[in-house]
């Protein structure tokens, strides 16, 4: 057999590994098992690719295999769980400018290379590589809540602009098909597509961050797919199409749970409705309680579901929340947790947190499986959720959040909100069920709260 | 399933008739992605909410499967430019990889510790 063919029989070993290892993740169990599978399959593609004939010159790639498992073995170390987000949104920033730069490198190849057919994929690379870059690092900025980045900046004519630079760049790709090796159209392509990665995810925010992240982590694997189509390469292909794959996947979910297509996230721009009710008018049976009262609900309750939000994560409650659930249980009662699809600040982001402070998964319910459970629940503890258990989602048809699926709180014989203020969520509407009559209002800081109640419980 | 299936059929032909280009046939190619997207499809459905967070840093991680384009790219000696440009590559492409699976299995060893 020739170096060619086991060169191409390791890249199909490597595939496989790729799928064999997100298989696992289909469950906890066999998860870390196929991450290590996942990661196997690069370390063959690798060391398949350094046997390649074209490569003859080995410092710069030794230099840059070091320096880059170096400073992703230190991202990956020191990254707080909170943060998970910004770090998979820098990673699929890098994947998409690897793939550009990849794309890039290949133009200037001597002699030049009979770019036919690949042209479009060698463009397609700049595009998708480009965006997916700065579209990235713009939400790393706006998730680390960095001053700057708090709110979008402001211009008129945001679409037409948009749609404009989209056209530019096709434009240029049809010229740099035309003439494949122009190397000018390549970087003006990249110029542009830099421009409406950042214009893209500019007036996208808050709420809308994890759908943003899941379709960004698709670009970074069409980039590479794209990259794979430039060099004739299988590998590249078939892991860039199944990251693409599971990408849009995740993006379609995320879309499904708030009720809203992908352009309306994307393009739209959330407002209230002109006759949504008003704040003092809704709030005005709000009933506030104690840490004293909300335990002597525990002492008589055999099931307590709590329902995390991302406020828990910024208040940094989920180790008290774990030690609560610890008291709950040894007294006999079973807590469950109540987890919608969009907690959190990407997809499954309340699952990894609740991990995180060792909750067992098995206490981490979804919505269409709690749902059904809250009329047999004593006390529903909310904890910096608030747009996800809105009843108006269901009653009020012009609520910006309408149709969006709600965890049903409110069906559980009582409710108990922890919260430092009635201040409105994302969507910046009143919740009703703050003034529901078995609603408890516990106004307080998360953790504070939490400690609170612990500390009554064991009174 | 109709519609999947014809798209499978017209990458056949395309494979057939297109022209060889690095080494892999477009058309080739192009069946290669198109069924890859499909397995994609089928197994990530599979993958439970509770680890959506994992499967995103760890498809991440594969996503930076670019460096094998970077290490051809950074090693094939073309011109300065291009081993530059290759060199760079590598570094991103290695960041991605290597912080993607590192943080998914820091990740997927908390869902461990207590799933008994």
Request: aromatic share 6%.
């Amino acid at each position: 057999m020739d170096k060619a063919s086991v060169i191409e029989l390791l890249y199909l070993l490597a595939s496989v590994c790729f799928i064999m290892g997100i298989r696992g993740l289909t469950h906890p169990r066999t998860a870390v098992r196929g991450n290590a599978i996942g990661a196997l399959g690069m370390l063959i593609a690798v060391v398949a690719t350094l046997l390649h004939q074209d490569v003859i010159e080995f410092t710069w790639i030794i230099v840059g295999l070091v320096v880059g498992s170096l400073i992703g073995a230190v991202l990956a170390v020191r990254v707080r769980m909170t943060a998970m987000p910004q770090m998979v949104a820098l990673l699929n920033g890098f994947g998409g400018a690897a793939s550009v730069l990849v794309a890039g490198a290949e133009l200037l190849r001597e002699p030049p290379p009979p770019l036919g057919d690949v042209a479009v994929a060698t463009y397609a690379s700049a595009v998708i590589g480009s965006v997916t870059f700065w579209g990235s690092l713009l939400a790393f900025a706006k998730l680390e809540e960095y001053k700057a980045f708090r709110k979008p900046i402001r211009y008129p004519y945001l679409q037409p602009i948009n749609a404009l630079l989209g056209l530019g760049a096709l434009a240029l790709t049809v010229w740099g098909v035309m003439e494949p090796n122009s190397i000018a159209a390549y970087w003006l392509v990249v110029l542009i597509a830099s421009v409406l990665g950042v214009t893209l995810v500019n007036p996208i925010g808050g709420a809308d961050m994890p759908v943003v992240i899941a379709l960004l982590n698709s670009y970074s694997g069409l980039a590479a797919a794209a990259t794979g189509f430039v060099l004739g390469n299988s590998v590249l292909i078939i892991s860039g199409s199944l990251v693409g794959a599971s990408g849009i996947i995740l993006t379609n979910i995320m879309c499904k749970a708030m009720n809203r297509s992908m352009t309306n996230v994307l393009f739209g721009v959330l407002q209230p409705g002109e006759d949504a009710p008003k704040q003092d008018e809704v709030y005005k049976t709000v009933k506030s309680a104690s840490a004293e009262e909300v335990a002597m609900l525990f002492d008589s309750a055999s099931r307590v579901v709590i329902v995390p939000g991302y406020g828990m994560a910024v208040a940094q409650a989920q180790h008290a929340v774990r030690d609560m659930y610890h008291l709950l249980e040894s007294r006999g009662i079973e807590v469950l947790f109540a987890i919608h699809p969009v907690a959190g600040r990407m997809p499954g982001h309340m699952n990894v947190l609740l991990a995180e402070a060792e909750i067992p998964y098995d206490k981490l319910k979804e919505m269409d499986e709690i749902n059904p459970v809250f009329a047999e629940t004593d006390v529903a503890v909310v904890l910096g959720a608030n747009d996800v258990i809105n009843p108006l989602a269901k009653t009020d048809p012009q609520s910006p959040i309408a149709g969006m699926p709600i965890l049903e709180v409110g069906k559980a014989r009582t409710v108990v909100v922890i919260k430092r203020s009635l201040s409105p969520g994302f969507a910046q509407i009143p919740n009703p069920l703050f003034a529901a009559e078995n609603t408890l209002m516990f106004f307080a800081d998360g953790k504070k709260a939490v400690l609170d109640l612990i500390a009554a419980l064991k009174e | 399933m109709t519609d999947w299936m014809g798209l499978i059929l017209f990458a056949e032909q395309a494979a057939s008739a297109s022209d060889k280009v690095s080494g892999l046939p477009l058309g080739l190619a192009i069946t290669i992605f198109v069924l890859a997207v499909f397995v994609g499809f089928e197994i990530i459905t599979k993958v439970p909410p509770t680890l959506h967070t994992p499967l995103m840093s760890g498809s991440n991680a594969i996503s930076g499967i670019t460096v094998v384009g970077a290490i051809i790219a950074a090693g094939a000696g073309h011109s300065l430019w291009a081993t530059i440009l290759g060199t760079l590559a590598v570094v991103l492409a290695t960041i991605n990889v290597v912080g993607g699976f590192l943080v998914t299995n820091r990740m997927l060893n908390m869902f461990r510790r207590k799933s008994n």
